[in-house]
């Protein structure tokens, strides 16, 4: 009953955390491709080619249904994976569909025409590749018509994240919500389409302020799976063991893992 959790390096870990605590009796097979970490600066084909190689190892493991819980392969790489490359007794979900779901207020499976929405100016925070794909505009589009979304491409804050260093990580976070105010004064909603991005989501918070309402994945992508999952008993892969996998240094992986969940993770080798 294993399903698995990939993400470029620490970010998915927040789904991670959030995932195993709405599903308790599922195992999840964690992949970290810290070693090639960030993705955010990669072209498309060279996300496509680290996240297809990192599916199967988690295929592998016994994971016949991964999450994609990173934004940037998500954006970059998934329709093309779900084009051509997943066999049928195998799936790959992404984590953009949960988050546009709740902010035009859609339940999972509704394909009626778009509409409009109470939510009209939005902020996308996310990574530089993620900006330059404009999935969350287009996947947007399919549900909600006269929605302005303003993008801001993070640059610096995963690096930032994955080497630990938050004090740089909180500065570039405010510099990067001044540069999108300065394209949009008033937004009414955020978008924190980064999975590294929840753990600086109080910093995003206080520098947007409390009348913008910040969307962070984690929850969302949980309820998704949990609903997904009472509806695809099935896709519950044969593997047996919760497991955190690293193409990195493993030690160091598992101190910096350990130190954002704030309880003790362990990382092996991939
Ligand atoms: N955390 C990932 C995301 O959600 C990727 C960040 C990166 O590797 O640049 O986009």
Redesign the pocket.
């Known amino acids: 009953m294993a399903v698995g959790i990939f ?3 620490l ?2 870990l927040t789904v991670l955390d959030a995932v195993s605590k709405r599903l308790p009796d599922v195992d999840f097979v964690y992949f970290g491709d810290n070693e090639h ?4 600066v990669r072209n498309a084909d060279d996300v496509y080619d680290l996240t297809t190689r990192a599916v199967e190892r988690l295929w592998a493991e016994g994971c016949d249904l991964v999450i994609l819980a ?3 392969a998500s954006a970059a790489a998934l329709r093309r994976m779900q084009e051509s490359w997943i066999p049928h007794d195998k799936r790959v979900l992404g984590v953009f569909v949960p988050l546009i779901e709740a902010l035009t207020e859609r339940q999972w499976g509704d394909n009626t025409p778009p509409r409009e929405v109470a939510v009209k100016h939005v902020a996308l925070f ?2 530089p590749a ?1 900006v330059a794909s404009r999935a969350f505009q287009r996947e947007l589009a399919f549900r909600a018509i006269g929605v302005d979304v303003e993008a801001q491409a993070c640059g610096g804050v ?1 690096d930032a994240i994955e080497d630990g260093d938050l004090i740089l990580a909180e500065a570039l976070v405010r510099s990067h919500v001044d540069a999108l105010k300065r394209k949009m004064p008033e937004p009414q909603a955020a978008i924190l389409g ?3 991005y929840p753990l600086m989501e109080q910093v995003f918070q206080d520098a947007l302020g409390e009348e913008v309402t910040v969307y962070s994945q984690a929850n969302l992508v949980a309820e998704s799976l949990a609903d997904y999952l009472a509806r695809h008993p099935h896709m519950k892969g044969p593997g047996e063991l919760s497991k955190f996998l690293t193409t990195g240094d493993p030690a160091r992986v598992s101190d910096r893992a350990t130190q954002f969940l704030r309880r003790k993770i362990t990382f092996d080798a991939a």
Do not use: I, L, R
Request: charged content about 5%; hydrophobic content about 15%.
């Open positions: 993400d470029s390096g970010g998915g970490a960030p993705y955010g990173c934004n940037t996310a990574t993620t995963v980064c999975t590294h």
